[in-house]
């Protein structure tokens, strides 16, 4: 039977049609690159969305299998391969550096869908920006650590001061002494401002930003009590440090904490000593000391190698030295005890 020109013309002219809707809408979409791919993944189409989104022309891409986008396609969780089968039982989506034509990179979400017509004749590629979405939520992530850290050591630091408060109530309740009334209140009124402050350094970051002239005696003195230091079997020495700029409180908890690291990993009776360095002060003891396989780890949050231990005393004292701007290292005392060195320090007197 012979064919009419004319329909097979209008069929031509139906298919041009349905192809210039394709491409129109293709190029419509301007916050999408949307290209194709050939089954085995070779860029076969490459409309003006696609060019601008990613700095290549045409003649750069076309024929090019679809990994040349990928900033580090090693890297991937699993391979472009994978994805193109992984298509046939449905649409995929994978996230992932792409790179520009100018070397830059931005994070992508790239959707993929089998194109058919009876059987498998390519893909269609579906490519977005997404970098601010991606840094939106590494943000949330990072806060949500952050809250989860910051409750932790707020729930550790207050032990100190409560363990205060139910000895001086102790006390006030068997002597009368209103002196042990007096010790309470200015507890209190600390643990307020631990509260304050740890809440204040959740929002704002670790930055001191308002420092003091802060007196050291009295700061480690304060410690010295909360961290149970005045018990038979622990022993301060104190040599003289000079004033420094500091939050006091935050001092405060610095030093608490690593003498109840000193009290609470000795054997039985231990010494404890501060003193001053050229740039700083030091903390040591004269107990076990720390072994040298672990002396990278003890500051990580976290970390511990008591069985009740919380590990987050030393990663709070790690916490407060930077957020005065200061380092600070773990090494060996004369006796073989552990050692803090805390440097960076500007002294005013």
């Known amino acids: 039977m012979d064919t009419d020109p004319a329909d097979s013309s209008s069929d031509q002219q139906t298919a041009d049609s349905d192809d210039s809707v394709s491409e129109r809408l293709i190029e419509g979409l301007s916050s999408h690159a949307v ?25 750069a891409t076309v024929g090019q299998h679809v990994d040349m986008l990928f900033a580090d396609p090693e890297e991937m969780e699993t ?9 046939a039982s449905g649409p995929v989506e994978t996230q992932h550096w792409h790179r520009r034509a100018d070397g830059s990179v931005f994070w992508a979400t790239l959707s993929l ?5 009876g059987e498998l004749t390519g893909f269609v590629a579906v490519s977005q920006d997404t970098t601010e979405k991606h840094q939106y939520d590494k943000m949330l992530e990072r806060q949500n650590d952050r809250l989860k850290e910051f409750t932790d050591i707020l729930a550790h630091d207050l032990k100190s001061p409560l363990n205060v408060i139910s000895s001086r109530v102790h006390l006030a309740r068997q002597t009368g002494d209103e002196e042990h009334l007096d010790a309470l209140e200015e507890t209190s009124d600390r643990m307020a401002r631990l509260v304050d402050d740890l809440l204040s350094v959740a929002r704002q970051g670790n930055v001191v930003t308002d420092p003091e002239t802060t007196n050291v005696k009295d700061v480690v003195d304060t410690a010295w009590e909360g ?3 005045t018990a038979e079997r622990a022993t301060l020495y104190y040599d003289h440090v000079g004033s420094v700029s500091a939050d006091a409180d935050r001092l405060i908890e610095l030093f608490e904490n690593l003498f109840q690291n000193s009290i609470r990993h000795s054997d039985g009776t231990v010494i404890v000593r501060v003193g001053p360095l050229d740039h700083g002060f030091y903390v040591e003891d ?11 780890d ?41 050692r803090f060195e805390i440097t960076g320090v500007e002294f005013l007197d």
């Open 227 to 229: 961290a149970g230091g």
């Open 113 to 117: 869908s089998q194109l058919e017509d």
């Open 286 to 296: 004269d107990g076990p000391g720390i072994p040298a396989d672990i002396k990278d």
């Open 79 to 87: 391979t472009v391969e994978s994805l193109l089968i992984e298509v």
């Open 35 to 59: 290209f194709m791919l050939d089954t085995d993944g070779t860029i076969t189409t490459w409309p003006e969305p696609a060019a601008s989104l990613y700095g290549y022309d045409r003649d």
């Open 298 to 338: 003890v500051f990580d949050h976290g970390f511990t190698t008591a069985e009740d231990g919380s590990g987050y005393g030393l990663s709070i004292v790690r916490t407060i030295a930077g957020a005065h701007g200061w380092d600070i290292l773990v090494t060996d005392s004369d006796t073989g005890g552990a």
